[in-house]
């Protein structure tokens, strides 16, 4: 496997990544997410995706913060960095996605479909104890559950429905069936109201439209990975 730069700067890489999203998060208040994506917009994603050393190596995770808000013109009070900043679960994300970019050589945006920072936060309680290698096959299945059918589009196309029947017969709107479909809105999420129509139409149960959350993923690929170690 081609590898996004020298595995020389990867430790530096995972550090500085982890200690700017904890300064960032835990000294700065900032949203995880609104951060990272000031990270990607900001040009400064880009240069450490390619292993730029000045940026995976030359900055430590505060200065990159700096930099960071700088170029996307955010003037605020900056904060010392906390002393057990590498035991946060804030850390953990940097470390570990900046681990998954460099193995995986996808760009952090490619990465932000797959799971936001807020959702990768989640893994911290399952994940930060196993190796990187298992965070790598877990996000490797979850992009994978991404490219197939949705629950509700296999269980439609069974029973021979448009989309916009589909609307007609259960009163949900064509445009929420549509996200649905493509998840650009999260069934598991939606009203009870909307997943009784949806499922009396269908001819199902309510539980068979819901998508396996990352979560479950996260739990079941650690579990069958140590059964198979053993």
């Known amino acids: 496997m081609i590898h996004a730069y020298s595995e020389t ?3 530096d890489a995972m550090q500085n990544l982890g ?7 835990n000294s700065c208040y900032l949203d995880m997410d609104d951060f990272f ?3 990607i917009v900001g040009g400064i994603a ?12 030359g900055k430590s995770g505060t200065e990159l913060v700096w930099e960071v ?35 995986t050589a996808l760009s952090f945006k490619e990465i932000l479909q797959i799971c936001t920072m807020r959702e990768i936060r989640k893994m911290y309680y399952t994940l930060h104890e196993a190796s990187e290698l298992k965070f790598v096959n877990t996000m490797n299945e979850i992009a994978r559950r991404k490219k197939l059918p949705t629950k509700l589009q296999t ?39 909307t997943l009784s129509a949806l499922s009396r139409v269908l001819g199902c149960n309510v539980e068979d439209l819901l998508e396996y959350s990352f979560e479950e993923v996260t739990i079941c690929l650690l579990y069958t990975s140590d059964a198979a170690d053993d």
């Open 37 to 39: 994506e000031m990270f």
């Open 155 to 193: 269980l439609r196309k069974s029973r021979q429905l448009s989309q916009k029947l589909l609307s007609e017969k259960s009163g949900v709107t064509l445009r929420m069936i549509q996200q649905y479909e493509n998840r650009s809105k999260d069934i598991n999420r939606a009203a009870a109201e």
């Open 9 to 11: 700067y990867l430790d």
């Open 69 to 103: 808000l700088s170029k996307a013109g955010v003037s605020i009070k900056m904060s010392d960095p906390r002393e057990d900043r590498d035991c946060s679960p804030e850390y953990w994300c940097g470390w570990i996605i900046a681990f998954y970019q460099w193995y």
């Open 46 to 57: 880009s240069q450490f995706e390619n292993g730029v050393p000045g940026i995976v190596s």
């Open 19 to 25: 200690e700017m999203l904890d300064y960032a998060v």
